[in-house]
């Protein structure tokens, strides 16, 4: 079992470039979300989806882009990167079912914005 | 707004004690609270998932319990070991299926 797959695991960027944190899971999960993660902020909310072709805004949203075509993937697009957006990004998901089921979360992006 | 806090941030304890960790939250109308381990550079493992409905659960030296009434969870761990050292983060689940996250309590287990 895979689980949450993040790719890739380390990404440096310039300033003003894009790119495309890649996100998958193989649970048939109907529930994924973005994170990231900021010390002393603990994780926050960047976007999340409750289904294929819905997504939906979470506490930091701004600069972020996301899409959900397939049920497995979850891709985070950034549009431009800024120094602001060096963090450490996890992906995670779960069944919909609201208390029953916690979520499983992939082992990172760690991104530095330069 | 759900906040949630944990406390104590950082923690130093020798081999062998055991120990609570604790977790308060603002808004008990939570579907579910879980705890979660993070090693240094390193994702996050689920420990143990709590229900709203129920009141603890146990994995193992791992036992956390929940008063969803006054908004508290602790996580007991037993007879600590040096492998216990990681940073433990709780959240919760609210409506929309949402995580609100505390910044978590760092451990450390000294020989």
């Known amino acids: 079992n895979a689980g949450v797959t993040q790719t890739p695991k380390f990404q440096v960027l310039k300033t003003g470039q894009s790119m495309t944190l890649q996100c998958a899971q193989d649970m048939n999960h109907e529930y994924m979300s973005w994170y990231r993660q900021d010390p002393g902020m603990g994780l926050r909310l960047i976007h999340y989806s409750v289904g294929a072709g819905i997504t939906d805004q979470g506490e930091v949203p701004n600069g972020y882009n996301v899409s959900r075509s397939t049920t497995e993937d979850f891709p985070l697009r950034l549009l431009s990167a800024a120094p602001s957006q060096t963090s450490v990004y996890f992906c995670?998901?779960?069944?919909?079912?609201?208390?029953?089921?916690?979520?499983?979360f992939g082992s990172g992006t760690r991104l530095t914005v330069v | 707004k759900q906040e949630v806090t944990q406390i104590p941030a950082a923690l130093s304890v020798p081999e062998g004690e055991n120990l609570v960790l604790n977790c308060s939250f603002t808004d008990s109308a939570i579907y579910n609270l879980q705890w979660f381990r993070q090693d240094p550079g390193k994702g996050l493992t689920s420990l143990l998932l709590?229900?709203?409905?129920?009141r603890e659960q146990t994995s193992g030296r791992l036992n956390a319990s929940l008063d969803k009434s006054s908004g508290r969870s602790t996580l007991y761990i037993a007879a600590s070991q040096p492998g216990d050292s990681a940073t433990y983060l709780c959240?919760?689940?609210?409506?929309?299926?949402?995580?609100?996250f505390g910044t978590g309590t760092q451990l450390k287990v000294e020989l």
């Open positions: 959240a919760v689940k609210r409506r929309g299926n949402k995580l609100t």
């Open positions: 709590i229900q709203s409905s129920q």
């Open positions: 995670a998901s779960s069944y919909s079912s609201a208390g029953v089921y916690g979520y499983t």
